[in-house]
């Protein structure tokens, strides 16, 4: 999406930023892991078509992603190519509930996984998307003279085999399953927005910052 181009989230661990050209080579390489399309439902994709799908993500209006940099190593280096670790997205493709969301979470670098890094993104990223999504879909609604807009529900989508990832939504983030499919192997949760939510989410981001 143009409205998140030059947004930059800030954690204590790690720093969200938008999804660009130069980062579509690491991408690429991270990708072409077996074991990473598998957890992730992904198809292989060449780079052409990987620098393509880039472009979609920049353009497309019910789609959001950042790729997820380690501060600690950004500080060091000063290098966004090499504190790339993963990548987060959010997608807005349900026209019967606008006010749900569906989260992907990737932590593609092995070596720096279990240290955190995906549970601050998640407080990060959906605190954000609870508070912007009314100007994400405000173009996307705008015939149905919609004018205040909130996501109420972030769905996951996880392979069964993906058992960290599952363990994480329901145990941190309190998701709960609403279906399961033996076909795609795959189950989808659910997690509403309430008050105590909100709280959590506030509690668990106090370097809660965006930048533009």
């Known amino acids: 999406m143009h409205i998140n181009s030059n947004t930059i989230l800030f954690g204590r661990t790690i720093l969200l930023v938008p999804y660009g050209k130069h980062h579509v080579k690491k991408y690429h390489t991270w990708m072409e892991n077996d074991e990473?399309?598998?957890?992730?439902?992904?198809?292989?994709?060449?780079?052409?078509?990987?620098?393509?799908?880039?472009q979609t993500w920049l353009n497309d209006k019910d789609k959001c992603t950042f790729i997820i940099l380690s501060?600690?190593?950004?500080d060091r280096t000063h290098d966004e190519i090499e504190s790339m670790i993963g990548d987060v997205n959010l997608f807005l493709n349900d026209l019967d509930d606008i006010h749900c969301g569906e989260i992907e979470i990737m932590i593609a670098q092995a070596t720096e996984r279990h240290k955190g890094y995906g549970i601050e993104t998640l407080y990060t990223f959906i605190r954000y998307g609870n508070s912007r999504v009314a100007n994400f879909?405000?173009?996307l609604f705008i015939s149905l003279a919609i004018k205040t807009l909130?996501?109420?529900r972030f769905i996951v989508k996880i392979g069964?085999?993906?058992?960290?990832?599952?363990?994480?939504?329901?145990?941190?983030?309190?998701?709960?399953?609403i279906e399961k499919s033996e076909v795609f192997q795959e189950t989808t949760m659910e997690r509403r927005v309430d008050n105590d939510f909100i709280e959590l989410l506030h509690s668990k981001t106090p370097n809660y910052k965006i930048d533009s």
């Open 150 to 152: 909130n996501i109420t």
């Open 160 to 177: 069964l085999k993906n058992l960290p990832s599952i363990d994480l939504f329901t145990k941190k983030f309190q998701f709960l399953e």
């Open 137 to 139: 879909i405000k173009d």
């Open 71 to 74: 501060k600690e190593i950004f």
């Open 36 to 54: 990473t399309r598998e957890l992730t439902a992904s198809l292989p994709l060449t780079i052409d078509e990987e620098y393509e799908m880039q």
